[in-house]
């Protein structure tokens, strides 16, 4: 008998496990179906067996099939024919003649000014471990080029936690239905790690409490039970205002403080008393009544379980609040059980053999020079000697970095040789000499390690790659070659890398993980029980005391202050002058409809943003007769950028909320709110300052 018509299209089917490899905490587990007549993916949904996942995807990934099948992508190898910038104009070549091209400008520039004039440039275009971290890495080390400090997005916070604990996480999102107390601290899960969401809201069904503290007014503040605002840049202050309410009423847990830290008790003899409830009032504009009841609250139970993003250190304390925050559930004890601070778990995750994936011995003892992504606009403008040639993969720098407008300075001068590797016709490409195409997510084979759960995923290939696109380890393969770089390791196969990288003798996480078991179900748990894992389990965390450092030795030794404290922003409300020109603090958060610049290419999601807003507090607005939907100008010294008022009830007064990284393109004089943002470095890690940004905002024509 013949198949029914519905059954004859099921044999035509396969199912594909894919993990999301962009930019957010969840990593999630994708299934995705092809038609294996056509090769073509027609559906992307939620694997129902990860337990993160649960079967749905973020409004950004929902619409993954557009992004894949997309009239703006690159699909071939191009090479600029006119002007460098906006409007730039492109002839197509082929792969040998872009590659020959590539490798004679670079070698030449390396034999006239060596390979320090060389600078790669990248960051989390994608989280795959392969495309992230992998081939590319390795092609710059036998190259000997600039190293890159990729500070831009989490670098303060990670400084703060090796101060601390090191790079090992202490809270778990799956526990949280257990917890009595939950405090979503400057994030925005909602928008920015929707998966966590069910989890808070198991435990708020469950009894607990769940407060966010933001100045912002979010997705996620109307789902909390109390919102609280702190003034941007003080979160320091409001931690440690919280120990000493808890210290005071005897309720820091001095067993766990003996047993596992170092400094508990200068903390308490010379710190905490400079935040008395007033003081911390002043600094913070919460309450002081506010204040106290919130940390009784927290320190009633150690079932407490505080989730703390990336945004938060984007300020020029960003380390001394990541820190102050992190030792809350040290103070408490809360880290001794399933209590603590979730803030990022990619530290831990990512733990493998860098020396051996990157390949370090091919610098062969050479120490090139460093540049700081953050400040690129000077690595362009003032470097002596100059930087001449600028390799792109995995990121759009002409949006992403602050003081956008001094980059693409740099960006266009005519004797930089450019090359940009992207899926998409970006800002940045219009910049290129050469511009190469790149794949996506569902094209290529990727180990993904979340860094807001403890999952692994594999990513595996779904369809053929679309054009003549590329994933970023066979690009620099195919150039390693053209260069004469003749390694074996130039040759090894993602199987092969993805075989080193799964080594639980290196990280404890991987044990019980297999290539073979991530093939079969996409997806395998992290070995977070493990007696080898750093941290609680072990009684040993990886800190040179081997203990949470309150106070913190090495700190002295780099002239930071070895014990937590509020820091005051060099640019940001506390410190403005009366008269300041400039009077408002600039949050550029993350949109709900993309991941940085990912997704922007989608026309569903940019119909979904409809067009850029500048949020404003009632307060504000009236003081400069601005409504909701009239076109404004936000601005400062450095730049100025545009967007639609959106008057914001609740929101913090002097705040302003523009969102992150849009396209400069889409926006009236071709820049971002980045364009507003100084080249100024973090108190810790060498991060940027996005959130220490004052400016003006007025009604333009």
């Given at each position: ?135 590319g890495e390795r092609f710059f080390n036998r190259m000997g080029a600039c190293r890159l400090e990729r500070t831009i997005c989490t670098a303060a916070g990670a400084a703060a936690e090796m101060f601390t604990t ?536």
């Amino acid at each position: 008998m013949e198949p029914a018509p519905q059954n004859r299209d099921a044999l035509h089917l396969k199912t594909v496990h894919v993990s999301c490899p962009h930019d957010c905490p969840d990593a999630c587990s994708m299934r995705v179906t092809v038609d294996t007549r056509s090769g073509r993916a027609i559906e992307v949904k939620g694997d129902p067996s990860h337990p993160v996942t649960r079967g749905y995807l973020c409004n950004k990934v929902n619409n993954y099939l557009d992004l894949v099948y997309n009239d703006r992508r690159v699909l071939y190898p191009h090479r600029r024919v006119g002007p460098k910038g906006p409007g730039a104009k492109w002839h197509r070549i082929s792969w040998d003649e872009a590659l020959d091209e590539i490798a004679a400008r670079l070698k030449g520039i390396i034999a006239e000014d060596g390979p320090e004039a060389v600078l790669p440039f990248s960051y989390s275009g994608t989280l795959g471990l392969l495309g992230f971290l992998g081939m590319g890495e390795r092609f710059f080390n036998r190259m000997g080029a600039c190293r890159l400090e990729r500070t831009i997005c989490t670098a303060a916070g990670a400084a703060a936690e090796m101060f601390t604990t090191g790079r090992v996480g202490d809270a778990n999102i799956e526990d949280l239905p257990g917890m009595e107390v939950v405090l979503l601290w400057g994030t925005n899960l909602v928008t920015t790690g929707v998966h966590a969401m069910p989890f808070v809201n198991e435990a708020r069904v469950n009894g607990a409490k769940v407060i966010a503290i933001d100045p912002r007014v979010t997705r996620t503040t109307a789902f909390a039970d109390w919102h609280i605002q702190p003034r941007p840049g003080t979160d320091a202050a409001l931690a440690l205002g919280m120990m000493k309410v808890i210290v005071d009423h005897g309720l820091h847990d001095v067993g766990f403080l003996e047993a596992h830290t170092v400094g508990w008790e200068r903390l308490i003899d010379e710190r905490l008393g400079d935040y008395t409830l007033d003081a911390v009032e002043r600094i913070t504009g919460v309450a002081a009544a506010d204040v106290e009841r919130l940390a009784l609250l927290y320190a009633s139970t150690k079932k407490s379980f505080i989730r703390v993003n990336w945004g938060i250190q984007r300020h020029d304390n960003g380390g001394s609040m990541t820190r102050a925050i992190k030792l809350l559930p040290a103070i408490t004890g809360a880290m001794a059980g399933k209590g603590g601070v979730c803030m990022s778990s990619g530290g831990e995750m990512r733990a493998i053999d860098m020396a051996k994936f990157q390949r370090t011995d091919l610098l062969a003892g050479r120490k090139p020079r460093t540049f700081n992504m953050i400040q690129l606009g000077k690595a362009l403008n003032e470097a002596q000697p100059p930087v001449r040639a600028l390799f792109v993969w995995n990121s759009d720098p002409a949006n992403c970095v602050p003081d956008t407008v001094d980059a693409r300075k740099g960006m266009a001068r005519d004797d930089l040789f450019t090359v940009v590797h992207d899926t998409f016709f970006t800002d940045s490409a219009d910049y290129a000499d050469i511009l190469l195409p790149a794949d996506t997510a569902l094209e290529r084979m990727d180990l993904l390690a979340a860094y807001g759960t403890y999952y692994f995923g594999l990513s595996q290939p779904a369809i053929e790659k679309l054009g003549e696109s590329l994933d970023n380890g066979e690009l620099f393969r195919r150039l390693a070659r053209k260069m004469g770089y003749d390694e074996p390791c130039f040759s090894e196969t993602d199987e092969e890398m993805l075989e080193a990288i799964i080594d639980p003798d290196f990280n404890p996480l991987f044990e019980g993980v297999t290539l073979e078991l991530l093939r079969e179900r996409g997806w395998a748990r992290a070995a977070v029980d493990s007696p080898r894992r750093k941290g609680v389990n072990s009684g040993k965390w990886p800190t040179p005391s081997g203990r949470i450092e309150i106070y913190s030795e090495t700190m002295e030794k780099r002239g930071l202050d070895p014990l937590p404290a509020h820091l005051p922003e060099a640019e940001g409300l506390a410190n403005r002058e009366a008269a300041s020109r400039y009077p408002l603090q600039v949050i550029s958060a993350a949109t709900h409809y993309f991941i940085g610049a990912s997704f922007q290419h989608v026309p569903r999601l940019q119909e979904m943003l409809s067009r850029p807003t500048i949020e404003i507090s009632p307060q504000d607005a009236s003081a400069r007769g601005i409504q909701s939907g009239d076109f404004c100008r936000l601005y400062n010294d450095r730049g100025e950028t545009f967007g639609y008022a959106h008057v914001v009830e609740g929101l913090l007064p002097g705040v302003i909320g523009a969102p992150k990284q849009l396209q400069g393109s889409h926006m009236k004089n071709g820049v971002n709110v980045n364009t507003l943002t100084s080249q100024r470095e973090a108190d810790m890690g060498h991060g940027p300052v996005f959130y220490s940004t004052l400016a003006e905002v007025e009604k333009s024509g």
